[in-house]
């Protein structure tokens, strides 16, 4: 499979994040008991930012993600499971489409039937949530002078675990005609559209491990290897950690809309340097705030104003490792993260008293 390699970056600083600042958990607990939780959280950016700077290898172009200098005629392809997930690698985008010359295309899997817009505006109605967003999906395409296209497929809510992504993955196959049929949806696009580069997901965590993230990138993957070698593209698989469970530390810089490094693929991760100003005066990292904006049902805060960006210039970096020529396992279901789910009928139970509670 061809595997995209890049050459280094500017800020590596995001590698050794996790491991240094979660063991100081006890600390922080105790500091944001003493001072308060809005001075925590810029203690915390401060801090985070302290760590990664004296954590930080030697910067150098062997850790820099670069894009070539002329993509003129080239298609950057970028499949996610949801509306709003090309926020994380909008910054490499904007460079790609806005400043190289290519064209830029989004699929979205699973925008059917979405409940994603509960939680986030109250809105029930899971048909007119869908509708809002899709069009917040054109809006955000349109950004980066791009078409989109959707799958239809529902937003299912299961397990953030390989238990979940087992039953989505069963369930778009079921509605698809088979799992050879849903595959081939991908691989379709990935023949008609002929991409150089594409950015996805990964299929060992998805950034987030929701179940749909985790099964859209799977079977990006499972499509990509029906295709000849000689017409598989780049691939870059996005390595954003937004596991907010990892501590305080990474939950202040998630809510400051910064990068994060996926820990268990620090090794294999390059950094695109977002802090860079594109031609027309904006940089990388205005276009992922930009796209967040775009998407006011499921950013509302942000989309108002009410909510900006803290991060630090070491934390506009964003994360993207190669696909490699083998994947092993999955590093979500060890994180035993505790949500409310569709799947687990106690977990089922909690989302219907979340909701009820929410009326």
């Known amino acids: 499979m061809a595997m995209g390699a890049g050459r280094g970056q500017d800020g590596v600083m995001l590698k050794a994040l996790a491991h240094p600042i979660c063991a100081a958990s006890a600390f922080v607990e105790r500091f944001r008991k003493a001072v308060g939780r809005a001075a925590m959280k810029v203690f915390l950016v401060l801090a985070a930012s302290l760590f990664l700077i004296s954590a930080a ?11 070539p200098d002329d993509m003129t005629g080239q298609t950057v392809l970028f499949v996610g499971a949801h509306p709003d997930d090309e926020w994380g690698v909008a910054p490499i985008l904007a460079d790609a489409c806005l400043d190289r010359g290519a064209r830029c295309h989004f699929v979205v899997a699973s925008e059917a039937n979405s409940g994603g817009c509960l939680f986030t505006i109250d809105l029930r109605d899971f048909v007119e949530c869908s509708r809002i967003r899709r069009a917040e999906m054109e809006a955000s395409a349109a950004l980066f002078g791009g078409t989109v296209q959707f799958l239809g497929l529902d937003d299912l809510f299961y397990s953030f675990n390989e238990a979940g992504r087992t039953r989505t993955i069963s369930e778009w196959a079921a509605a698809s005609g088979g799992r050879e049929a849903l595959v081939g949806r991908f691989e379709t696009i990935l023949r008609e559209q002929r991409p150089t580069l594409l950015f996805t997901l990964d299929p060992r965590h998805g950034s987030t491990c929701q179940a749909a993230h985790l099964s859209t990138a799977q079977l990006v993957v499972e499509a990509l290897q029906r295709l000849p070698e000689a017409d598989r593209p780049t691939v870059w698989l996005e390595q954003t950690d937004e596991i907010r469970e990892r501590g305080p530390a990474n939950e202040a810089i998630i809510d400051g809309i910064g990068y994060l490094g996926w820990p268990d693929t620090a090794e294999q991760t390059v950094w695109y340097d977002a802090t860079k100003p594109l031609r027309n005066g904006k940089t990388g990292y ?22 900006r960006s803290t991060a630090s210039a070491l934390q ?12 092993t396992g999955e590093y979500c279901t ?3 993260l505790d949500r409310p789910t569709l799947d687990i009928p106690e977990n089922a139970e909690r989302l219907r008293q979340l909701l009820a509670d929410a009326g």
Do not use: C, I, M, W
Not at 287 to 306: M, N
Not at 316 to 322: E, F, I, K
């Open 57 to 67: 290898p030697q910067q150098g172009p062997e850790n820099a993600f670069y894009l």
């Open 286 to 307: 205005d276009y992922a705030l930009l796209v967040r904006r775009t998407h006011p049902s499921q950013f509302p805060d942000e989309a108002s104003g009410e909510k």
């Open 316 to 327: 506009r970096q964003v994360p993207v490792a190669p696909l490699p020529a083998f994947l």
């Open 334 to 336: 060890s994180l035993v």
